[in-house]
């Protein structure tokens, strides 16, 4: 793996760095003890095919005039390394900070120099001094401007220029005073300063990005939303997807109470999901309200009233944060199945059968599955060419047919779309 170092002065905020680029991509952590003080590295996994290892290097202190000395054991990993990234505070250089630009360049390896404690506006020109060209201004500790740096950490890597990926747009939905808005401050909890508001494509449309696990991922925000009179508070969320129009279908986390009975509305609810959403999971939030001896089950009690919906079910609470980090993990799992897992010719064949096991006549024809229409993205769709006209096709046939698909290809918790068209 290339490898980038992190150098600077003791107290600039490096180590806050070191840890907010690791904990961002979830990595391991190891601490090599060196002679007098440590140094740390981990693995920084910046998209599933791009990673680095990270080294903190140790902090220089303010005294330690003679940086030579400083970095004696740093030397052979500096030597090593394929870019340098000085840290130093947005409040001034100091003479340490000089000494140490000094020492690192004559590596000549390429450079970033970080500003950090970038919390208002720096008047940069003083850091040009230092002769590193690339300048980021960030707040550690506050995750601003984090991802920009990561970016350029990455092109300077590659030689590529960063390219944000397709995000993974999901929405929680579900009943009033369920825990969905918990349940959200709960995903973003640790992301809470470097989130950042999304602006869609209709100017109703508020959304939280934010990265994790390696991908990009967009919370639909519906509280962000002001509310329309029309629309019911809990389709809500159903609202602001569909007026996202270029993103079709979001994922879908359908928060279920469980310390109450699975009720008409959180099924009709679910339903709607099915139709609009391109993947679902259940979250069955306030597990820390259920005693001990009861929740095998309140477990199965949801899971047999929600059986029409063959979601991942996950039994938790937003409150304590029990399993809040399956969430996204399962939905990773789940897109990422969506994503690569299904081609044409199986799904065709998988028709074909379901249409043998069950024939069907319409209009005195025997139904005959001519071809179909499927690309792998997201949400799956498919459309069905056949010898019928496709409006004859009855819907419980077509109900049928998706969920024998869906069970032949083990596509649980993914809605599958499918059509007859003509
Ligand atoms: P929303 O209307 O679905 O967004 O629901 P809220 O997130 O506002 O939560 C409704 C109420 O349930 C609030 O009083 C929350 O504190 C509470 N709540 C949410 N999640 C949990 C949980 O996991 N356990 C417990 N005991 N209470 C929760």
């Given at each position: 793996l290339p490898i980038v170092v992190l150098a600077g002065r003791a107290n600039v905020g490096k180590s806050t760095l070191f840890n907010r680029l690791l904990k961002q991509s979830y990595s391991m952590v190891s601490s090599v003890p060196g002679t007098t003080r440590d140094f740390h590295e981990g693995i920084f996994r910046y998209t599933d095919s791009t990673a680095i290892t990270l080294v903190d290097l140790p902090g220089v202190l303010e005294g330690d005039y003679l940086s030579e000395l400083a970095f004696e054991k740093s030397k052979k990993i500096i030597e090593k390394s394929d870019l340098i990234v000085q840290v130093v505070e947005a409040r001034g250089l100091t003479s340490t900070d000089e000494e140490i630009a000094l020492y690192l360049r004559k590596f000549n390896k390429p450079m970033i120099l970080v500003v950090n404690k970038c919390e208002g506006r720096v008047d940069l020109s003083d850091f040009y001094s230092l002769g590193i060209g690339d300048i980021v201004e960030i707040s550690a500790y506050h995750g601003l401007n984090v991802y920009q740096l990561e970016d350029l950490i990455f092109s300077k890597i590659t030689g590529q220029k960063f390219e944000e990926p397709t995000p993974i747009v999901f929405g929680i939905f579900g009943a009033p005073n369920v825990g969905k808005s918990s349940l959200a401050n709960a995903i973003l909890e640790e992301e809470r300063f470097i989130v950042s508001d999304f602006a869609g494509t209709t100017r109703e449309v508020v959304a939280k990005s934010f990265r994790r696990l390696g991908k990009s991922w967009l919370l639909l925000d519906s509280a962000g939303i002001k509310r329309r009179k029309s629309y019911d508070k809990e389709l809500d969320g159903l609202s602001v997807s569909r007026s996202i129009s270029a993103m079709k279908a979001p994922m879908g986390i359908l928060v279920i109470d469980a310390s109450r009975l699975v009720t008409h509305q959180d099924k009709r609810i679910a339903s709607l999901m099915i139709e609009r959403t391109g993947a679902s999971i259940i979250f069955l939030n306030k597990k820390d309200l259920i005693p001990h001896s009861s929740l095998g089950v309140v477990y199965n009690n949801v899971k047999s009233d929600l059986k029409f919906m063959d979601s991942p079910l996950i039994f938790g609470s937003a409150l304590t944060g029990?399993?809040?980090?399956?969430v996204l993990e399962n939905l990773k799992d789940l897109w990422e199945k969506a994503m690569t897992s299904y081609n044409k010719k199986d799904i065709l064949e998988a028709i074909r059968k379901a249409v043998s096991l069950r024939p069907i006549t319409v209009e005195n024809k025997t139904l005959i599955i001519r071809n179909i229409r499927f690309e792998s993205k997201f949400p799956l769709e498919i459309d069905i060419k056949s010898n019928v006209r496709s409006d004859l096709v009855p819907k419980s046939y077509l109900r049928y047919l998706i969920n024998t698909v869906k069970k032949d290809l083990d596509m649980k918790g993914i809605n599958l779309r499918m059509e007859f068209k003509d």
């Open positions: 029990e399993s809040v980090h399956l």
